[in-house]
């Protein structure tokens, strides 16, 4: 999505080889309008999916998923983090590493909020070694709602997640894919 | 707001007195649509105020804050909380006391995202004791920003955050304010 790429260029910064910052429109301050339209973009990839239910993760997946769930008309259910295990029989629940903050998350869904019947479409900020994302899946997979596929803001390409993602089946649509970057060359977009 | 009200009796859970859940449409499932409405009835409130950005905290705030800012078509930007104290150069930080996690965070802002020309309206979803909006308050204050005011969704109104605040000069809106609840009466809403 070339709106995205040029934004990303223009607000996005490389710090330390591999943790790009968009805190001036996603992930600190949110560019409402703009992310609408990735939302927007979310929903011509979607549409005829039949979504029910939008699932993402605090925090900083909340925006960009409630202001996509307008153009589906249906509610967001975002997974909580906690630092200690909940293995309580009213949770879904997985184990997600965050090499950007370097612990291990527990996550987790009330039952009472997805289950058989639901048509999910993921939707979060970053993909890169995909933990996240694999967790939110295997969420969906507990719960016996059908997953309709996952969407993505930016897609760090060079990373694995998303190739071992689409090889278990699931479709990934990102928005920006990122072939390579750093603080000398920049960003390279994929094709 | 009865819209609001009526919600909160029907979908409302009152756990151990003085715990109120609603995660079935604001706090772990969002409503958009719902929500959105809470979002137009701040517009209405603060449309006269000349908001150019609205300021709300992680996680929970997010959703109404960025449904709201469409109405003001204006930026969100979310405080980020972490444990670890954070004086740098670069934010501004208050100290928040979280009464429901028993525990203290540092809550930041860039310095980058809020500052003197800005005219902010903070959006949270609950006030009781008042401990995070006064955070974002001090945050307002220290960025040389000019407040419009706070918009709160759920007010506890038998503490006394909300009576301390608005002492105080800032005016609050709070879209359901509750007399008193418990788990054998329910839930009184004032007047």
Same mark, same amino acid.
């Given at each position: 999505?070339?709106?995205?790429?040029?934004?990303?260029?223009?607000?996005?910064?490389?710090?330390?080889?591999?943790?790009?910052? +968009?805190?001036?429109? %996603?992930?600190?301050?949110?560019?409402?309008?703009? $992310? #609408?339209? &990735?939302? *927007?973009? /979310?929903?011509?990839?979607?549409?005829?999916?039949? +979504?029910?239910?939008? %699932?993402?993760?605090?925090?900083?997946?909340?925006? $960009? #998923?409630? &202001?996509? *769930?307008? /153009?589906?008309?249906?509610?967001?259910?975002?997974?909580?983090?906690?630092?200690?295990?909940?293995?309580?029989?009213?949770?879904?629940? #997985?184990?997600?590493?965050?090499?950007?903050?370097?612990?291990?998350?527990?996550?987790?869904?009330?039952?009472?909020?997805?289950?058989?019947?639901?048509?999910?479409?993921?939707?979060?900020?970053?993909?890169?070694?995909?933990?996240?994302?694999?967790?939110?899946?295997?969420?969906?997979?507990?719960?016996?709602?059908?997953?309709?596929?996952?969407?993505?803001?930016?897609?760090?390409?060079?990373?694995?997640?998303?190739?071992?993602?689409?090889?278990?089946?699931?479709?990934?649509?990102?928005?920006?894919?990122?072939?390579?970057?750093?603080?000398?060359?920049?960003?390279?977009?994929?094709?």
């Amino acid at each position: 999505m070339k709106l995205l790429e040029d934004r990303i260029r223009k607000d996005g910064k490389i710090k330390g080889g591999d943790v790009l910052k +968009v805190d001036g429109f %996603l992930n600190h301050m949110i560019d409402v309008r703009f $992310v #609408a339209e &990735l939302g *927007a973009e /979310f929903h011509r990839s979607f549409a005829d999916c039949r +979504v029910n239910k939008i %699932l993402t993760i605090e925090s900083s997946g909340i925006g $960009v #998923a409630c &202001l996509t *769930a307008q /153009f589906f008309d249906c509610p967001v259910v975002f997974a909580k983090k906690s630092k200690t295990s909940n293995m309580s029989d009213d949770v879904y629940s #997985a184990e997600v590493a965050s090499y950007t903050h370097n612990n291990v998350n527990n996550v987790t869904v009330s039952k009472e909020y997805l289950g058989k019947g639901d048509r999910v479409l993921i939707i979060d900020d970053f993909l890169a070694r995909g933990c996240a994302l694999k967790g939110l899946i295997d969420i969906v997979r507990q719960s016996g709602a059908e997953l309709a596929g996952a969407g993505v803001v930016i897609e760090k390409a060079y990373q694995d997640g998303g190739a071992q993602i689409r090889a278990s089946g699931v479709r990934v649509v990102s928005l920006a894919r990122i072939a390579s970057m750093s603080e000398e060359d920049g960003i390279v977009f994929c094709d």
